[in-house]
Structures are given as structure tokens and as C-alpha cells.
């Protein structure tokens, strides 16, 4: 299993960009698809993004589409999350994930994603 740890949320008004960060700690993070999903309070863990064990895919959930770009540096073990244009319904606790079977293109269910950082908390006030 590999061991993801987030980092990067905080505190951004309205209209702002961060940039989160997932590390990986296995070398095999490289083979496997990676996506990221939100919590809000009161609410289900949502879909954010995704993208292909070769970085060359990308997916999006629509709240996001044109805000959000990820991406992965494979040197670095990292996926990134870069959130630009925040608004306030994007406050949530961020987590990134790994596919639970390596070489996926593109992984957006939950269930299919096998490892779980612990999680970043991200608030856009308004």
C-alpha cells in the first residue's frame, strides 16, 4: 500500500490559487492512477480530478472544470493540485488517493482507489 501524506491547504480569499501537494512514499507510485477528492462539512466525499498512471490523461468533475488543473512529477513522487479562481463551495477537506491496480488510465470512483492520505483542509472565504 502506499503511504500518500497532503499538504499545501490554508486559508485563501475568494477568486485565489493554492497549489496542494500529495507525496507518495512508494517508488511504485509511478504505475498508479491518482485522483483527488473533497469533503465538505455535512456532506459526501466527492470526486475533484484524476489523472492516468502516465500523467498523459486527465479528468475533471465539472465544479471544478477550467479551475482546477493536476498534474504529477514522477521524480518527486508528487501529484499536484493547482486550484485557481476559489470560491467559497470549494471549502473542504482535500485528499488524494491511489488506484488499488496499477497502469489505470483514468480512476474516478471511490471504491476503486486503494490508498488515502490523510487529508488537507482548504477554506476560500468570501
Known amino acids: 500500500q502506499v503511504r500518500l501524506v497532503e499538504s499545501g491547504g490554508g486559508l485563501v480569499q475568494a477568486g485565489g490559487s493554492l497549489r496542494l501537494s500529495c507525496a507518495a512514499s512508494?517508488?511504485?507510485?509511478?504505475?498508479?492512477?491518482m485522483g483527488w477528492f473533497r469533503q465538505a462539512p455535512g456532506k459526501e466525499r466527492e470526486f475533484v480530478a484524476a489523472?492516468?498512471?502516465?500523467?498523459?490523461?486527465?479528468y475533471y468533475a465539472d465544479s471544478v472544470k477550467g479551475r482546477f488543473t493536476i498534474s504529477r512529477d514522477k521524480s518527486k513522487n508528487t501529484v499536484y493540485l493547482q486550484m485557481n479562481s476559489l470560491k467559497p463551495e470549494d471549502t473542504a477537506v482535500y485528499y488524494c488517493?491511489?488506484?488499488?491496480?496499477?497502469?489505470?488510465?483514468?480512476?474516478?470512483?471511490?471504491?476503486?482507489?486503494?490508498?488515502w492520505g490523510q487529508g488537507t483542509q482548504v477554506t476560500v472565504s468570501s
Open positions: 488517493a491511489a488506484a488499488r491496480s496499477p497502469f489505470k488510465t483514468i480512476v474516478t470512483t471511490e471504491s476503486d482507489f486503494g490508498s
Open positions: 512508494a517508488r511504485t507510485f509511478s504505475s498508479y492512477a
Open positions: 489523472i492516468s498512471w502516465s500523467g498523459g490523461s486527465t
